[in-house]
């Protein structure tokens, strides 16, 4: 095993030339790469199983005879709840542990398992809610599935909001800033593959063989973080401040991350962007396909599933190519002028999709097209907070930013499906998402003046409370 050598930097540290540093750690590029390695293949096989909860609890639900709002509550607005609840616990509570595995490796192996045993839950809700309404005497089963499948969201949440806050920590931790657009990059190249892979070869199996693909994903998510759990080694962190009661704690957190001005125009990105994308992740594929056409709605495009995953597996495999692009541009031009245009353009092509799509090839082209501009701000948004955030207390502040996306979360699937009901055509979720992106272009625009302000590229540093 090959990990990072471990040392205190100092002018007589012997770092060579060259070498990459974060924190207490020394990489050559061979070990760099290699930690890279191991933080990529769990991020392929994570973004595999993150699409089930997206992509086929909606369908699962709507099977379950679910309405629009039921649905997005549950795959919406629920785990946004719950987000907001744990994000500041998450990152106050791994900001400030300590042990041998750091501060961060700890949570992901405790809370592995739970997410296993939720996605097998959910995979195996059919036969599970059969046997429940049997031994319970429910009268309606298909009340049973809804209620099971919102009780494994439940553990599934709690569960993977420790996973995806915590390993998004990780690799401010363990990725130096020097390359940090790069890494930044490959690691939403490497998530477009992992939703490439899921929607081309098991999204269209989904109704046929639901448990097979849920147990697939769940092994290979749980294998592949297991081994980047032992691989990738973190460094050495300063004593954690005294301890304090919860009440100061919390007090203290939300004075250090939403007294100041600037801090929450960078929030506001967070929630516009989400605000539109949880939303498309819920109602395009009943836009797409052919769900919804009993209950009222206007003519839908009526794909076939398989379509339907062909079509979205080409648009994440076309944002692999634009993520690798935008990596050396970001760190280059900074991720906040990239992400700028990358928002604009996402709201541009949001708007085209509701003027232009009429059939499969504009469907699958102004996708194609619309995804390309997501990747752009996508690839730049993840490597803003390291430069705009303070690092010794970025997991908190990266939380409380989280909180701004899970608002949105929260509110945006049930704003969107009251619409949906209101108008009776699924074609609408275009125009919602083009609004939020819009607003959030306009939000892009004030934060760059207010950090142009505050000494931009070469002179800029975190304001404090």
């Known amino acids: 095993m090959i990990a990072p050598e471990k040392t205190e930097l100092s002018a007589s540290s012997g770092v060579t030339a060259g070498a990459y540093t974060v924190g207490s750690l020394i990489y050559t590029q061979k070990s760099l790469l290699t930690v890279m390695f191991w933080m990529l293949l769990g991020d392929l096989c994570l973004q595999i199983m993150e699409q089930l909860p997206t992509s086929l609890v909606p369908l699962q639900l709507r099977w379950a005879t679910a309405s629009d709002t039921m649905i997005g509550f549950i795959t919406g607005s629920l785990p946004a709840i719950l987000g907001i609840v744990l994000n500041p616990v998450v990152g106050i509570h791994s900001d400030r542990f300590r042990s041998k595995l750091g501060r961060r490796r700890p949570f992901l192996l405790g809370t592995t398992p739970l997410v296993i045993f939720a996605l ?58 020097r390359v940090m657009g790069k890494f930044v990059g490959c690691y939403r190249a490497v998530g477009a593959l992992g939703a490439f892979v899921f929607h081309r070869y098991m999204f269209g199996q989904s109704e046929s063989h639901t448990e097979v693909i849920y147990t697939v994903s769940a092994l290979l998510y749980g294998v592949s973080f297991f081994l980047l759990i032992w691989k990738v080694k973190e460094g050495e962190y300063p004593e954690p401040p005294p301890r304090q009661s919860f009440v100061n704690l919390i007090r203290g957190y939300f004075t250090d991350c939403f007294s100041s001005s600037f801090y929450l125009k960078s929030y506001s990105l967070a929630f516009f962007f989400w605000s539109a994308i949880v939303p498309l992740w819920s109602f395009l594929v009943f836009f797409g396909t052919k769900p919804g056409q009993d209950l009222g709605y206007a003519p839908t495009l009526g794909l076939s599933l398989d379509a339907f995953g062909d079509a979205r597996g080409w648009c994440s495999l076309v944002q692999i190519p634009v993520f690798f692009l935008v990596g050396p541009l970001v760190d280059r031009f900074h991720p906040l002028r990239v992400g700028m245009i990358g928002m604009l353009l996402s709201s541009l092509t949001f708007f085209a999709n509701f003027i232009w799509v009429h059939d499969e090839s504009t469907f699958v082209f102004w996708l194609i097209t619309n995804f390309i501009a997501q990747a752009v701000y996508m690839g730049a948004y993840l490597a803003i907070l390291p430069r705009l955030l303070p690092r010794e207390k970025y997991g908190q502040f990266f939380t409380a930013n989280q909180i701004f996306g899970f608002a949105g979360v929260a509110l945006a699937p049930v704003l969107c499906a009251k619409l949906l009901e209101y108008v009776k055509d699924y074609r609408y979720i275009y125009v919602w998402c083009g609004t939020c992106t819009l607003f959030g272009f306009i939000m892009c625009i004030f934060l760059y003046r207010h950090w142009m302000r505050l000494g931009g590229d070469h002179h800029y540093t975190p304001p404090s409370a």
Not at 122 to 149: C, E, M, R
């Open 120 to 177: 097998m839950g959910l995979g195996f809700a059919n036969p599970i809610a059969t046997i429940l309404a049997g031994l319970t005497g429910a009268q309606s089963l298909s009340a049973v599935k809804v209620g099971w499948l919102g009780g494994c969201m439940v553990v599934f949440v709690i569960a993977n909001t420790y996973i995806m806050q915590v390993y998004q920590f990780l690799f401010v931790d363990v990725i130096p800033a």
